[in-house]
């Protein structure tokens, strides 16, 4: 009888409003997407953030992490659009990833932008971040909190590379923004668009002969076994990570909860930063014991990297913002 479960849904949905306010005591458990897993940094930092949240409320917000970006079939790029349209709740996310929909998260993309951590911290903590947060708020998601997934270092199966003249002709595989397109093709490489589930076959089968990815990545998802023994540090870019809200979920939240579940991430993605920054040295070491071969590049050698890929900055910047772009590099240069 189709009338008995709706008088039932009535009474729940009108016992619940008179006996207490929603917030006190409303059970709600939302979904957040990430692409790597709590093997790795990027995930931890997902699963902080949820323990965070559970903990502070004493267990009524739930924050169930999807790792592998099963939400999306695997399709990282398109995470951003599923979490505008509501199809995911909340995300723990890679600028990277987003930067096909936020133009603006091109801006870290940019290569050798950043030297060193404290430029990183420089754009995130600083009025920049804040203007690329406004950036993220009006294509439609709500962005609480930042993390890191690391400088991108490059890898490859052929040989150590030194110069841009080593990486001539390498089918490199590379993610998210045609920005990576254009740095790779500068170079004279020969670079393929691909997601990270369809990146390691392609290594395996030598389909692909190079990736960039953080230290971590290249580590915990022993990339070294599918015949990466080349690992230069070039230092070339970093992804920060993105804490998000689907802009529904996070309207529909009492102001108590927006601000639990934004100090969390606040606190989580801290947390991930340190701890991840902290692996590094020993992440490095691990990998040259694994006899990976790995290069660190003369000041002159690195001039070289920054020379050759200077023209990407001339077709990029109009679409970051001319702006946005001056901004950091100020206070890259001040930090
Ligand atoms: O796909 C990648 O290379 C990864 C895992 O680093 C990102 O999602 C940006």
Do not use: C
Not at 191 to 211: E, Y
Not at 298 to 312: G, L, S
Not at 318 to 323: H, K, L, Q, V, Y
């Amino acid at each position: 009888m189709p009338i008995k479960p709706l008088a039932f849904a009535l009474t729940a949905v009108l016992g619940m409003s008179f006996t207490a306010p929603a917030f006190a005591q409303e059970t709600r458990e939302f979904s957040v997407s990430t692409v790597l897993s709590d093997a790795f940094p990027w995930g931890q930092a997902a699963e902080k953030w949820a323990e965070l949240v559970s903990e502070r409320s004493d267990g009524r917000l739930t924050l169930k992490v999807y790792p592998n970006a099963q939400l999306v079939s695997g399709d990282q790029t398109r995470e951003f659009s599923a979490m505008r349209s509501g199809l995911i709740d909340m995300a723990v996310a890679s600028t990277i990833n987003w930067s096909p929909q936020v133009p603006e998260l091109n801006l870290f993309s940019l290569p050798f932008l950043m030297p060193d951590e404290a430029a990183i911290d420089a754009i995130t903590q600083g009025d920049t971040g804040k203007k690329i947060f406004a950036a993220i708020d009006k294509k439609g998601v709500m962005p609480l909190a930042w993390g890191e997934n690391g400088f991108r270092e490059l890898s490859n199966s052929k040989h150590p590379i030194n110069s841009p003249a080593d990486v001539q002709g390498l089918k490199v595989r590379v993610v998210g923004s045609p920005l990576f397109l254009d740095t790779f093709s500068t170079l004279g490489a020969n670079p393929t668009q691909m997601s990270w589930a369809d990146a390691k076959p392609a290594l395996t089968t030598g389909a692909i002969d190079g990736q960039e990815n953080p230290l971590s990545v290249f580590d915990v998802a022993r990339v070294d076994q599918v015949g990466q023994s080349y690992l230069t540090l070039w230092h070339y870019m970093a992804d920060p990570l993105i804490f998000g809200v689907n802009k529904k979920v996070w309207k529909s939240l009492p102001a108590a909860d927006r601000d639990l579940l934004q100090q969390a991430a606040i606190d989580a993605g801290a947390w991930e930063i340190e701890k991840s920054r902290n692996e590094l040295s020993e992440t490095l070491v691990a990998i040259k014991e694994r006899g990976v071969e790995v290069t660190e590049l003369t000041p002159e050698q690195h001039q070289a990297f920054v020379d050759a890929t200077a023209e990407v900055y001339t077709k990029w910047t109009p679409r970051i913002g001319a702006e946005l772009v001056a901004e950091a590099q100020a206070a890259i240069a001040a930090r």
